[in-house]
């Protein structure tokens, strides 16, 4: 469990220890290690900047909360990153009755422009920087990312006992945002492929270990995904969800159904899915102009 954030933080000894363990909650509640440690990051920094209790913070002091991140070297993303999980942390100790008002819902986040078309790859680039990986582990782990469709998170969470043997191949237990659960097919050469990195492994040992044998850390994902991306000669920043993004796209144009698609990627609603159609239209109204 990650440190409380009066410990970590020092300077914010005029936060209440009612306080402390309030947030504290809000941030144990999410089951992802990733996002425990973002929003533990994200509290220290927005309390560090108002240097008061979170009781006396205003709409004034998340506005210039705000500000201040606009004003720095961020992306817009990673400013609304950072403003949606103060505001999530003011909404959950506004539920629970702390706050009397949840100063937070007057701000909103910045209008961010759609580029999901932009990190959507080719379905034959993601198959050149499968097939150029010549580390057996690594080729194994960017074929999961793609035919998976997990998070990079799910991914290097992934034991052994996660996997069931199904006719033809398998299926893959996914853990996902929110405590959700979902469960992928795999076809019988992906199943092999990962069985054969088990060797002596047994079913709470990780699937994808690093060369100590612990979990792969996320950010070792990363890096694997970017150095298959320029050994391809792909442009661009590369991310591990980009091969999330193309699963969706390419399984789309593929003629799969919406709401398998959805399933499969664990998204809240269809409408997130829909959004990989509309950014790779095969049709528009341009097409009947002569």
């Known amino acids: 469990m990650e440190t409380s954030i009066v410990s970590q933080n020092q ?7 009612g306080e402390d363990r309030l947030i504290d909650l809000w941030i144990q509640q999410n089951d992802s290690p990733q996002t425990r440690r973002s929003y533990t990051r994200t509290a220290q920094e927005f309390l560090s900047f108002v240097a008061k209790p979170v009781a006396s913070v205003t709409r004034a002091d998340l506005q210039n909360y705000k500000n201040d991140l606009v004003a720095s070297d961020l992306r817009p993303a990673s400013v609304n990153q950072r403003l949606a999980a103060v505001k999530s942390m003011l909404s959950d100790l506004h539920r629970t009755g702390y706050l009397q008002i949840n100063v937070g819902a007057a701000v909103k986040l910045l209008k961010v422009p759609d580029r999901l078309a932009e990190r959507i790859l080719e379905q034959q680039e993601v198959l050149k920087m499968i097939a150029l990986e010549e580390n057996p582990r690594n080729h194994v782990l960017l074929e999961a990312l793609y035919y998976t469709g997990a998070r990079v998170s799910e991914l290097v969470a992934l034991t052994w006992k996660d996997l069931q043997p199904r006719d033809q191949g398998g299926q893959v237990t996914l853990y996902g945002k929110g405590g959700k659960t979902r469960w992928v097919r795999l076809d019988a050469r992906i199943w092999d ?98």
Do not use: M
Not at 205 to 214: E, L, Q, V, W
């Open 11 to 17: 300077s914010l000894q005029t936060l209440s220890i």
């Open 193 to 290: 492929a990962i069985q054969a990195l088990r060797r002596d492994s047994g079913p709470d040992d990780p699937i994808f270990t690093s060369r100590k044998g612990g979990p792969l850390d996320a950010s070792q994902v990363w890096r694997i995904v970017r150095a298959a991306a320029k050994r391809a000669g792909i442009r661009g920043n590369v991310s591990p969800h980009w091969l999330r993004h193309g699963h969706a796209s390419h399984a789309l144009d593929a003629g799969c159904p919406v709401h398998v698609v959805k399933d499969t990627l664990g998204h809240s609603s269809l409408a997130t899915t829909s959004r990989y159609a509309h950014a790779r239209p095969t049709e528009s109204s341009s097409d009947y102009l002569r």
